[in-house]
């Protein structure tokens, strides 16, 4: 039983460049979830998603875009990436918003 | 606006000890108060959870106490051992708003166990 498995583990970018970050859980469950984890700051919520088709905008979206064709994945795109968004990125899945998060590994993201 | 502030922002405890991490929050729907344990490397693992209709929860070791009217939940690690080094999140939701009951994190408390 994988949980929920991200890819990749690590990538080095460089400022300006593009990349998507997969999250893939083979729980069936219907809540999805992108947060970054940087020192001092906790965990904060990028995106989320309710449902297969179904995106929202958490606490800090802006320079971040995702999309949930499938329920199983949920993708999360960096269109120009810029330093500051050199940070830890972990994704999450849950049968209701309510109820255990279970955690991918992390991305271990670096833009220079 | 931070909705679930934690702290200590660092504890360090001998082995034997009880670890006290605090988190209070503002709003007050939250109705489910979950505590992640988080090891170098790895991602956040559900440790404990609580619901708004009991003051206390303890599973082993773990026990978290819950005041309402305070507005706070705290977690207690009795006989804290080297193995409980670690950070720790609290967090919250707010299950009455269906589709929006998104997990709000504190800012995590790094626990060290010293022998």
């Known amino acids: 039983n994988a949980g929920v498995t991200q890819t990749p583990k690590f990538r080095v970018l460089k400022t300006g460049q593009s990349m998507t970050l997969l999250c893939a859980q083979d729980m069936n469950h219907e809540y999805m979830y992108w947060y970054r984890q940087d020192p001092g700051m906790g965990l904060r919520l990028i995106h989320y998603s309710v449902g297969e088709g179904t995106t929202a905008k958490g606490e800090v979206p802006d320079g971040y875009n995702v999309s949930r064709l499938k329920k199983q994945n949920f993708l999360l795109g960096l269109e120009s990436a810029a330093p500051s968004q050199t940070s830890v990125y972990f994704c999450?899945?849950?049968?209701?918003?309510?109820?255990?998060?279970?955690f991918g590994q992390g991305t271990r993201l670096t833009v220079v | 606006q931070q909705q679930v502030k934690q702290s200590p922002q660092s504890l360090i405890v001998q082995k034997g000890g009880i670890s006290i991490i605090n988190c209070a929050y503002e709003?007050?729907?939250?109705?489910?108060f979950p505590w992640y344990q988080q090891f170098p490397g790895k991602g956040p693992a559900l440790l404990i959870a609580?619901?708004?209709?009991?003051s206390e929860k303890k599973e082993g070791r773990f026990t978290i106490s819950f005041n309402k009217s305070a507005k706070q939940f705290s977690l207690h690690i009795m006989d804290s051992q080297p193995g409980d080094s670690a950070t720790y999140f609290c967090?919250?939701?707010?299950?009455?708003?269906?589709?929006?009951?998104?997990?709000?994190f504190g800012t995590g408390t790094r626990l060290t166990i010293i022998p």
């Open positions: 709003n007050t729907a939250f109705d489910y």
């Open positions: 609580i619901r708004p209709d009991v």
């Open positions: 999450a899945s849950s049968f209701q918003g309510n109820t255990e998060a279970f």
């Open positions: 967090a919250a939701s707010d299950g009455s708003n269906f589709g929006n009951e998104k997990l709000t």
